[in-house]
């Protein structure tokens, strides 16, 4: 058992769909643990940091621009091998490659769009829940669930 946190993000299309409750049934379903959550606007000088690795990239504009057009929820999610696990439920970065089934697959129709962001990375997992929460903001909680999950 490796316990993970990895930091995961419903980006603003989910809230405008009003389909943020079907995407967190499918992580809370997986068995995996929400152990921070917040709804809130991203600034300018916060997406740019987050995705400060794309700055060069062609679409870095069009990204900080539709992360910062509305709220997002912002979670700590945490498990056993946790960042893989949220990874493979979202599917793959462009949507022609993202499976049905997966939360992209099923959600997204364009890569710019893509509905979720989680962690790549422990270490990337650790950068980016310091950027959004502060240490008392994650609870940690025990429930009977650990042995089936
Ligand atoms: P990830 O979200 O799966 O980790 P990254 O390569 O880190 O994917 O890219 C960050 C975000 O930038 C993606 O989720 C997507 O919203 C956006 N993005 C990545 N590649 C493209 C692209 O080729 N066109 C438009 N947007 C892109
Ligand atoms: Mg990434």
Redesign the pocket.
Same mark, same amino acid.
């Given at each position: 058992m490796a316990i993970e946190r990895t930091y995961v993000m419903l #980006?603003p299309g989910v809230m405008q769909r009003r389909v943020a409750g079907e995407i967190l049934s499918r992580i809370e379903k997986k068995g995996l643990k929400i152990v921070a959550m917040k709804l809130m606007n991203i600034g300018r000088e916060l997406a740019e940091t987050h $995705?400060a690795?794309?700055r060069e #990239?062609p679409?870095f504009g069009?990204?900080a621009g $539709?992360i910062t057009s509305g709220p997002v929820l912002a979670m700590v999610i945490e498990g056993d091998n946790a960042v893989a696990a949220v990874r493979r439920l979202?599917g793959? &970065? #462009?949507v022609d490659d993202a499976l049905p089934g997966t939360i992209r697959g099923d959600y997204a129709m364009h &890569?710019?769009?893509?509905i979720i962001?989680?962690s790549?990375a422990v270490a990337s997992a650790e950068r980016e829940i310091a950027l959004y929460f502060k240490k008392d903001e994650i609870i940690s909680w025990k429930d009977g669930n650990e042995g089936w999950i």
């Open positions: #980006k $995705y690795e794309h #990239k679409f069009e990204l $539709y979202c793959a &970065t #462009k &890569t710019g769009m893509n962001h989680a790549d």
